[in-house]
């Protein structure tokens, strides 16, 4: 096993739901028990519906969300002995790619000054070595000659120039780690198998960590190298990529696959067999799995009481779902 980067053990993190400011309802549980880990130069993708929490553990491994329960170490340090000025010098090896290139960047700063902010702010005094670092990384993204698109403010650029400028942002510390949170939700089709092999490029090509995020299956198999499956909180199932998306084991990676839009004009004869029903809510989540009420092949009196541990139905795969213990 390479050195891992980053660790993540039993993490938690849930947010109060107050009524009327001060009578609490609950919690939102939006990561309820997250355990992985990435090794350094890895690519590895979270994948999940919308709201089943992705973009909360993305937060958390930003530093910021607070977890609620359990840990991060980056690099072998925990995070919650972070002191502040450690802090700051973490969110410089972690590169952040949000969903929204447009409402990411400031709408009132041009290029050279969103680029140069980080740069500032961490800490580099020469401006002519700004300017050198600046013109390199925008070469990196393809925004070139970097002259034409320094004076620019993200109103004059197109969507897929916006989100280089904002992967230019993520590297201009140069990070250790990157996490992107849906980098082409947002993009036209048309440029976005551009912006993730650009990202795919300057992760290996920088030997780099890559944690990204979608809802679509579909767009992972050449741009990461083990796949997170996530429903409702927490990770149900995990293997390589190949393995993953060719051998699925847990019911809901099975469904998630047969819902992708497949060209194959014979769909057009047949139902698609994809789950009833919706993901949970997260403030008041299903007892035992949580995919249970939604699962064809749920057994009562166990699926609905117990909560399934990690199985090992195939070597290196990992399914937490209870059809694996009845198999063994
Ligand atoms: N700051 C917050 N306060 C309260 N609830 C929150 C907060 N942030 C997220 N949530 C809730 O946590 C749950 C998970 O949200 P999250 O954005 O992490 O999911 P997601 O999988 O990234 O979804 P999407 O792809 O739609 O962004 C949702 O029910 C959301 O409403």
Redesign the pocket.
């Known amino acids: 096993m390479s050195t891992p980067l980053l660790v993540a053990r039993g993490l938690h993190t849930w947010?109060e739901?107050r009524r009327w400011g001060f009578f609490r309802v609950g919690f939102?549980r939006?990561v309820d028990g997250v355990d992985f880990s990435l090794a350094k130069g890895e690519a590895v993708a979270f994948v999940?519906?919308?709201?089943?929490?992705?973009?909360?553990?993305a937060r958390t491994l930003l530093g910021l969300?607070l977890p609620t329960d359990g840990d991060v170490s980056f690099d072998g340090q925990d995070m919650r002995n972070l002191s502040k000025a450690e802090l700051h010098a973490y969110r410089a090896k972690v590169g952040y790619v949000q969903?929204d290139p447009y409402g990411a960047l400031p709408p009132f700063m041009d290029v050279r000054r969103i680029l140069t902010e980080p740069l500032i702010v961490h800490g580099v005094k020469d401006a002519a070595e700004r300017d050198r670092r600046i013109r390199e990384v925008l070469e990196e993204v393809r925004l070139s000659p970097a002259d034409d698109f320094l004076p620019k403010f993200p109103h004059q650029l197109s969507g897929g120039q916006q989100q280089r400028v904002v992967i230019a942002r993520a590297l201009i510390l140069e990070p250790e780690m990157i996490i992107a949170?849906?980098p082409v939700s947002m993009l036209d089709a048309s440029v976005r198998v551009e912006i993730l092999n650009l990202l795919r490029n300057i992760q290996i090509n920088r030997g780099l960590s890559l944690a990204f995020?979608t809802?679509d299956l579909s767009t992972v198999r050449h741009y990461a190298e083990r796949i997170f499956v996530?429903y409702a909180?927490r990770i149900v199932e995990t293997a390589p990529v190949e393995e993953l998306l060719d051998h699925p084991q847990h019911p809901y990676t099975q469904a998630l696959l047969a819902a992708i839009a497949d060209p194959d004009p014979d769909n057009a004869d047949h139902q698609r067999d994809v789950p009833v029903g919706e993901a949970p809510s997260?403030l008041n989540p299903p007892a035992g799995c949580r995919f249970h009420p939604r699962c064809p092949q749920a057994m009562g009196g166990l699926c609905d009481v117990e909560l399934p541990p990690d199985f090992e139905p195939r070597p290196g795969h990992l399914s937490a779902c209870w059809l694996h213990r009845e198999q063994e």
Request: proline residues 0%.
């Open positions: 947010f739901v939102v939006a999940g519906e919308s709201g089943c929490g992705k973009s909360s553990l969300h969903q949170d849906e995020i809802h996530m909180g997260l």
